[in-house]
Every structure is written in structure tokens, then in C-alpha cells.
């Protein structure tokens, strides 16, 4: 079972307020990912972090900022929500062993974000 | 990141076996095929990995071409619980990551 925790499942939220989705992991993996998802749709990497002070866009551009103060919190944050913020966001976390290519990502269970 | 193609959906029988093709002709020597898949309304969970040998876990069987250029996933049973999304994708180590495309819609009929 993965030990990997998001919170809130839901949140509908209005526009204009500043939202932070929170992730965290308690199994000491260095790496990091938030994934972007709509209904039916593909996932899409917004922000990923190789460890602790690392920040990385991913290759979908997103308005969210991400923070990496501790090992086991990456959490999501928007200024500014807006509609075409709705979407279901997904973190995830590996390891990051220099060499390995043996990493199995755990996935949260999601935030489904609705800004009205 | 290298690409992979597949099946845009398939259907199974409950209690039949299931291959989902996935095509990489681009792999590089390095990339290792990572399998995942999607239940509805969950984050993806990972199923299994290989690099260049055939690959069994309890979840299933990853079958990998001599070339590398193709891979299946084996589902030896199918039952409900694994009508999903799966996803074929190439993970070139800790330092790449895991980019999502489509996916294969497995959908199971009892």
C-alpha cells in the first residue's frame, strides 16, 4: 500500500481564491511529481522535484507554483483560481538513486479541483 | 522521451487472458518499459517493469520483443476488477520521468 496522501479529495473553490493542494509521502523518496488530468483524458506533468530546494516545470505550462521545503511535502499552489483551473491533480512520488533504473512511482489519490 | 503507441481500447471476457500490445520503435539501449494502469476514479498504480528479459509478478507477465522495439502486457485471468486504463511508457532512470500518453481502455466483460 502506498504511502502517499492528498489532501483535500475535493475542493470546489471560488474564483479568485488562493488554493494549495498538499501532498505528502512518507516513504523518504527524493523524487517528486504533480500531474494534471481531465476527465478521460491523459495525465500531463506540471512540476517535479528531484529533492529537497528543487523545482522543476514539467511539459504541460501551468499557472501553479510548487514548494519543496521537506523531503516528504510538495505541495501545489494557485495564486489566483480560475475555471480553467478545474481538473483532477495527481502527485506522485520515486526514488532517485543516481544509476538506478529500478523506480516504481507511487500515485496519491487525487485532488478533483472545480473552480466556480 | 522516446514514444510508444497503443490500442486505443480493447475488450476481454472475465476469466480469459489478455495481451495489451505497446510499440517503442524508438527505445533507446537505456530506457526500461514501465506498465501502469488506472482504475476509474484512482491515481495510476504500477504493474510491472522490464528491460530486456521477459518479466513476471503477481499482477502479470511483460513479454518484451528481441528488438525492444514492442512489449506485451499479459493479464492472465482477466476479471472486473482490471477493467482500467493501461499505460505502456519508457523511463529512462531517475534522472527522466514519467510522461503518460493515452493509454489502452481495457474494458471486461463477465
Known amino acids: 500500500e502506498a504511502d502517499i496522501y492528498q489532501t483535500p479529495r475535493y475542493l470546489v473553490i471560488g474564483t479568485g481564491k488562493k488554493i494549495t493542494l498538499e501532498c505528502s509521502q512518507t516513504?523518504?523518496?527524493?523524487?517528486m511529481y504533480w500531474y494534471q488530468q481531465d476527465p478521460g483524458m491523459e495525465l500531463h506533468l506540471i512540476h517535479y522535484?528531484?529533492?529537497?530546494?528543487?523545482?522543476e516545470k514539467g511539459d504541460l505550462s501551468s499557472e501553479s507554483t510548487v514548494s519543496r521545503i521537506r523531503t516528504e511535502h510538495f505541495p501545489l499552489t494557485l495564486e489566483s483560481a480560475r475555471p480553467s483551473h478545474t481538473s483532477q491533480y495527481l502527485c506522485?512520488?520515486?526514488?532517485?538513486?543516481?544509476?538506478?533504473?529500478?523506480?516504481?512511482?507511487?500515485f496519491g489519490q487525487g485532488t478533483r479541483l472545480t473552480v466556480v | 522521451d522516446a514514444k510508444t503507441t497503443q490500442p486505443n481500447s480493447m475488450e476481454s471476457n472475465e476469466e480469459e487472458p489478455v495481451h495489451l500490445p505497446c510499440n517503442h520503435s524508438?527505445?533507446?539501449?537505456?530506457?526500461?518499459i514501465h506498465w501502469y494502469r488506472q482504475l476509474p476514479s484512482q491515481g495510476p498504480e504500477y504493474v510491472i517493469h522490464?528491460?530486456?528479459s521477459n518479466v513476471n509478478n503477481r499482477m502479470a507477465s511483460l513479454a518484451i520483443a528481441e528488438d525492444r522495439k514492442s512489449s506485451t502486457l499479459i493479464l492472465h485471468r482477466a476479471t472486473l476488477r482490471d477493467a482500467a486504463v493501461y499505460y505502456c511508457i519508457l523511463y529512462g532512470g531517475s534522472q527522466g520521468n514519467l510522461i503518460f500518453g493515452k493509454g489502452t481502455k481495457l474494458s471486461v466483460k463477465p
Open positions: 522490464g528491460l530486456t
Open positions: 506522485a512520488s520515486s526514488e532517485s538513486v543516481a544509476g538506478s533504473m529500478n523506480t516504481e512511482a507511487f
Open positions: 524508438t527505445i533507446s539501449g537505456t530506457d526500461y
Open positions: 516513504m523518504g523518496h527524493d523524487k
Open positions: 522535484s528531484y529533492g529537497v530546494n528543487s523545482t
